[in-house]
């Protein structure tokens, strides 16, 4: 299940941070989710209900028995009707309420009843979340199966600096989906992607690397945690923020990436080999800068470890291909002398796809003879489709 059509239910309590909570609302409803909105009555010391209904284009639910309410017993509507409960800002407050049971106003009354899964975002002032009140409190929700995301360390409402700031949007958003996503397609798989442009050490200073973004692997480890699947992404980017729910595994060399990949595809359904790998390493590297003494500099150059090829994993196969003339031909060769089930090749001389674009057009290639060509589209939209494919085949594996 996607962020897409769900029913998500937003508690907005008491804090600063309750501000940080419209940006939100706004991002699950660009991203076409149904939002409830339930405001605490101290919530609305700091925010207006019009300003969530406003971005939601729904009521928002405020006392717990409210006249003009559109069903009698809202929270009982509410509850049965969420697939996952966010509260987000969580105070300190709210979380030992709903912790020990209690059900005061609309929003604990919701979370009491409803049977989704709940997701708390704590947000308090200086000392408060170290508090061991508050920790045990936490403790009390995380053996129920909640999910706590953040709190991150900053300057805080009071001037002070420690532990309390609300976690940033996608943070959240990113706990929102993986728990979506446990009713997905690859429920129960292990697939492990590969990102990045490695890079190969001259000297303490200089590599030999490439233009590859990472984004094309970071979008398949994402769409792969959508769809439920545990995900290792093992990474040679260093640009793009972790995604949530799945397991980073950082490197840098082309030697680094065979190492974690031979580990990490032990027990994994499906191996997607989207990184750049560099073909050449420095033959010996310089332990020291090199420096600059001539017109010219010669370095003895080796072939690095072809990790797909030298990768025997008894799972699904992906590689990708970066072309920039005979796209298919070049992409059938690799496909056959790898021994893939599959192939993803991009024209690298395409303006508007590819190296460091938002965006990307494929050709997907079979051993069969099948050519999937994909128009142009959001490397998410694309994971997707590649993923598609994935699936069908670890089950007819299966």
Known sequence: ??????????????????????????????????????????????????????????????????????????????????????IAPATANVIGKIAHGLADDMLTTTV?????????????????????????????????GASIVGPKTGYLASGLIGVGRLADTQEIIGALKTILGRQGDLVGRRIVVTAGGTQEPIDPVRVITNRSSGKMGYALAESARDRGASVTLISASTSIASPVGVDLVEVATAKEMASAVGVAVRQADALIMAAAVADFQSKEPSSSKIKKNGATLSIDLTRTPDILAETSADCVRVGFAAESEDLAENARKKLKSKRLDLIVANDITSTDAGFSSENNRVVILDPEGGEDQLPLMSKYECATKILDRVERLISKRN
Do not use: W
């Open 1 to 86: 299940m996607t962020i897409r059509g769900s029913n998500i239910v937003l508690g907005v309590t008491g804090s600063i941070a309750a501000y940080k909570a419209a940006d939100l609302a706004s991002k699950l409803a660009q991203a076409e989710a149904f939002v409830d909105v339930i405001m605490t009555r101290s919530a609305m010391e700091f925010v207006t209900p019009l300003t969530f209904s406003s971005l939601t284009h729904r009521g928002v639910a405020r006392e717990l028995f409210d006249p003009d309410a559109d069903v009698c017993v809202e929270h009982v509507a509410l509850a049965r009707r969420a697939e996952v409960v966010v």
């Open 112 to 144: 009491l009843a409803t049977e989704a899964p709940l997701v708390v975002v704590p947000a308090m002032d200086g000392n408060m979340f170290d508090n061991p009140a508050t920790q045990k409190n936490l403790e009390i929700l995380l053996d129920r």
